[in-house]
């Protein structure tokens, strides 16, 4: 048995009835680390001398800058054992950047290598006491280092790929990407013209990949929908000459091209771009069709060229659907022509959409292969349309629900989802509406009832029509339900509507599970398709829960628990970037780069799980969004919004 003791200082030695101390001047462990990609099963010496101050010391295989067999001592590390359990927290900057977790058995420790903010689990070591120090070695050929010299990282994973180990040379054209293509494709074409040649240079020698011939099943560019076909086909012979991508729609084009545009590497050194691993095969499509982001305008206006921003943003990591949380009790930012009050409820008078910027936004959404779901919550969240209507909330002192007792209340509400809908669906064709989605966000969440029982008026409608108050929220939610339903849509509902009312919801409603008492399996049971973003929990996807690291949002499995055959039910998730504590100030970099873990969850197969295979890839992934323009914060930030802690590589943070 171990006692709590101060393990530099004392030596524990037990036998079968007593704990003997024995003063220990000095103590040597000796074993490995690995540390990837950096480090692989390298020798680790650590010295723990009588003050309980531990120097680790590796060699790593090549470090974060590039520099191959490079020594790294970390020093003045406290080390503490209690009971079984050894810490050595560094102080997050050099020497002791570092920090390691362990667990002793006998004579052995293992653990986890931690980094600067000493909670993130970048590796492991395990150390044997008073085994031999090893000396520095690196074990065996240097890899390259991550990032633009290192082998193409794609994010998220394809479903299937082989590749080779030849690297080509590319030659950059303006006439690089061709086929006979519909206008979407061809502006795409242009996009990642720009994206994949960023740099000007001259024609290559050598084995070289002239362009790439494109071709698509259907010339279809009507916007997409939940059930549009994304798979593609791309192909990189070995010998040169032009690659090929072919899809069935021009949705599965982009996510090509996109896969494509991550394949390139520019060499500096020899001024050329270049296309490691050929031949590559791959055969691409989603596992979840419904892939999206939440931004949330209603409690922090968010600008035009933000939300364009953003848009760019989503197919880098094929997310395609935004999920625009329009209203809510702080703001009613848009324009609305047959109730023009509405938007009386703005922040101000600058802080408003048009209909011709939601119209832009729309297509804007639509050439990058994004769906474009907005929402209005109703009955809760709705104070600020007290603002321009007054009559449609309870009284003047108690504005929300909305009031259920008057039918003003839902004559506004078909007004709004008309102007969004445009009344009716056309299958397969141009939608009318200034939204294009068949989904239509409802809301439904968060509703207490108690302004409904403490205004007279609305007391005495419930008690006419032989009502409870919580009966009274289910005829609300399954009216307005209705009115999406007889307009061609399908309604989208917060899980707070089903925890209530369970199969009495029409079956056309999908069911948005925020809250771990949702019993998802239950759910999809009983017939209804899902999304899910369980928002308050340790792998929440609530992207305002600044401490949920991204390791921790990748592990979130969508369809744990629920049976193989139900979860086609899932028609996928969201990342929700809730607007309380963010603005144009900092959305991007508290989106970025967690929101990549979420799409590569909701895009790769269920098996693609290592986080630790993963660490490399969304870091590269990160540096690429910043190449791009796109403001992504570190990705082992312990606060998921803050700036780097240090000097250091892109790749490395």
């Known amino acids: ?141 240097a890899p390259a280092p991550p990032g633009p010299t290192g082998l193409p990282e794609i994010w998220p994973v394809p479903q299937t790929y082989t590749s080779g180990s030849t690297v080509l040379t590319v030659t950059p054209s303006s006439e690089f990407f061709t086929g006979s293509v519909p206008p979407l494709v061809e502006s795409a074409f242009a996009r990642y013209t720009d994206l994949c040649f960023a740099h000007h240079v001259a024609p290559a020698d050598g084995t070289v990949l002239s362009g790439m011939e494109v071709s698509v099943d259907s010339q279809d560019e009507s916007h997409m929908q939940i059930d549009s076909d994304e798979s593609y086909t791309l192909s990189i012979p070995e010998d040169g000459g032009k690659a090929t991508l072919h899809a069935k729609t021009v949705w599965g084009v982009l996510r090509g091209l996109e896969t494509f545009s991550q394949m390139l590497v520019f060499d500096f050194e020899t001024d050329s771009y270049t296309l490691p691993g050929a031949p590559w095969s791959i055969d691409d499509a989603p596992r979840f069709a419904h892939r999206g982001l939440m931004i949330d305008t209603s409690r922090h206006f968010e600008t035009l060229e933000g939300i364009r921003s953003i848009i760019d943003s989503l197919p880098y990591a094929k997310i395609n659907v935004l999920h625009w949380h329009m209203s809510d009790s702080q703001s009613f930012p848009m324009e609305m022509k047959s109730r023009p009050k509405l938007w009386d409820g703005s922040f101000s008078g600058q802080e408003r959409y048009l209909q011709a910027d939601i119209e832009d936004i729309v297509e804007y959404a639509r050439l990058r292969g994004v769906r474009v779901m907005v929402e209005f919550d109703v009955p809760g969240h709705a104070g600020s349309w007290c603002e321009g209507y007054p009559e449609v909330c309870p009284s003047a002192s108690c504005n929300q629900p909305l009031n259920v007792a008057n039918n003003e209340t839902f004559a506004v509400i078909e007004d709004i989802l008309k102007e969004c809908t445009g009344g009716h669906f056309v299958d397969g064709g141009v939608q009318p509406g200034l939204f294009k989605d068949k989904f239509i966000h409802l809301g439904g969440d968060e509703v207490n009832t108690n302004c409904w029982t403490e205004t007279d008026s609305v007391a005495s409608w419930l008690s006419e029509q032989g009502m409870t108050a919580d009966q009274g929220y289910a005829y609300f939610v399954k009216r307005v339900a209705g009115m999406a339903i007889d307009q061609g849509h399908r309604p989208v509902q917060w899980s707070e509507v089903y925890d209530h009312f369970k199969t009495d919801l029409p079956k056309e409603t999908i069911v948005h599970i925020w809250k771990g008492v949702t019993n998802v399996t239950e759910v999809v049971a009983n017939g209804y398709q899902v999304l899910l973003n369980v928002g308050y929990n340790s792998k929440s996807w609530y992207l305002d829960n600044l401490q949920v690291q991204w390791d921790a949002v990748y592990s979130n499995e969508p369809c744990d628990g629920v049976p193989d055959d139900l979860c086609s039910l899932i028609l996928g998730g969201h990342g929700e970037m809730w607007g309380e504590s963010v603005d144009m100030s900092d959305l991007e970099q508290t989106v970025w780069p967690r929101m990549a873990a979420i799409a590569e969850r909701l895009w790769s197969p269920r098996e693609v799980t290592d986080a630790g295979d993963a660490l490399h890839r969304i870091e590269s992934f990160r540096c690429l969004l910043n190449r791009r323009g796109i403001k992504s914060a570190p990705v082992t930030n312990s606060n998921a919004r803050s700036g780097p802690s240090g000097p250091g590589s892109c790749f490395s943070q």
Request: contains cysteine.
């Open 1 to 141: 048995m171990w006692k709590h003791c101060i393990f530099a200082a004392l030596h524990c030695v037990v036998d079968s009835q007593d704990l003997f101390l024995e003063p220990r001047a000095e103590q040597t462990w000796a074993g490995t680390l690995n540390f990837s990609p950096y480090a692989s099963n390298v020798p680790l010496n650590v010295t723990v001398d009588a003050n309980n101050i531990a120097t680790f010391e590796w060699t790593y295989d090549h470090d974060g800058g590039g520099s191959v067999c490079a020594a790294h001592p970390e020093t003045g590390i406290q080390w503490v054992v209690d009971g079984t359990k050894v810490t050595a927290h560094g102080t997050g900057s050099d020497p002791s950047y570092y920090g390691f977790e362990g667990v002793i058995d006998g004579d052995t420790i293992s653990g986890d290598l931690l980094n600067n903010d000493q909670e993130s689990k970048v590796g492991t070591w395990t150390v044997t006491r008073n085994a031999p120090m090893a000396p520095p070695q690196c074990t065996g050929p």
